[in-house]
């Protein structure tokens, strides 16, 4: 059985009233826009991609209703996975996620008549979730269920791509808006780390007991459950491009000249 996810978070509900109540705002005036089907359009992109985040890290956006994404919030995520020895059904909430500051664009890739968009980055410090988890199953021959806080640490750095696909739509004022369908993300870490506090055994002997076979089997867990951490960071992504996109016409966000 392969890992599938539940996501919800503050951001889906934010973008359903965004939808219905969209203004037109400015990019910050920092944010350089770049004309698109030139020489130098991913180059420029690379920067003005670059210092977006940095501000949307540390700062967020209020005219664009980004909140700071440093950490980042996913107020729930499932992961479900089951082959052989390792069978897990782990829920997080109120995940924290850490490391977005240190995220390095490496390279870009517009591709204007296709409407998309290809990343590749490198976040250079540690990726780090922090939250509460419920979780049942087997690991290896021991039986788990329990409850608490847990780490999961990608140790540095963690190589990521990402892929945008959007569709153009008529928006306020008869002008043209991004609406980002898909955001497609993938990520390898040097290292992968858990660690399990469980808040129900005075002597913590789950915890114990679960942070040492899962990190004996780090790789496997790690195999098995990407997918569906993958298909969450896309989901999250998507959201807050569409906060973007959804205030700022297309044509101020790619310039034809």
Known sequence: MGATRTFTSVASILLLVLATTASTAKLPSNWKTCVINQSNTNACLKKSIQTAIEDLTTKGSQSLGVFPLDPMRISKLRLQSGAGSIVLDLTFLDLDIYGFKSLRI??????????????????????????????????????????????????????ATGELNWKKQKGAGGRMYAHVEKFQFDFNPKTFKLHFHDKDHGNDQLGKTLNRIAN???NEILKDLKPAISVAFGQAFEDIANRVFSKVPYDDLFPSK
């Open 106 to 159: 490496d390279d870009v890739d517009l591709d204007s008549p296709k409407d998309r968009l290809k990343l590749k980055v490198t976040i250079t410090s540690d990726f780090v979730l922090n939250g509460d988890y419920v979780v049942k199953g087997r690991l290896l021959v021991v039986p788990i269920a329990g409850a608490g806080r847990c780490n999961i640490t990608l140790g540095k750095p963690v190589a």
């Open 216 to 218: 004996d089997n780090a």
